[in-house]
């Protein structure tokens, strides 16, 4: 199952902002990939401005998207969450976008790995 987590100075993502995203998000994921809708979770995760340093400095405004998806599809889903936030930030926040792709042969290592 699909899993964004969103990363966001608490000033940045208002609520209907991060409805907003999340709508476009599981939209755009559940089009790319036939996905069911009500498998896709977007999880945000606010912080304070002063949690975030870069190189030990406050770092620009920005939003840190990690998600974590099945393999196969990560450069059209890449492509569609840069427009996606491109229209959400305002001013010089900047958008970061990690996609992972689940693999099962390294889940179900990690899987025996960590429950036997």
Known sequence: MPLYRVYHPKDILDDPTKASLA???TEHHSSITGADK???????????ASDALWAGTPAPPFV??????RAGLPGQLLASLYTIFGHALKGDALAQITLVEHRPEVYDFHQRRIYR
Request: proline residues 5%; without cysteine; glycine residues 0%.
């Open 23 to 25: 709508a476009e998000i």
């Open 38 to 48: 009500t498998n896709v979770t977007v999880l945000f995760i606010p912080f304070s």
């Open 64 to 69: 840190r998207v990690v998600a974590v998806i």
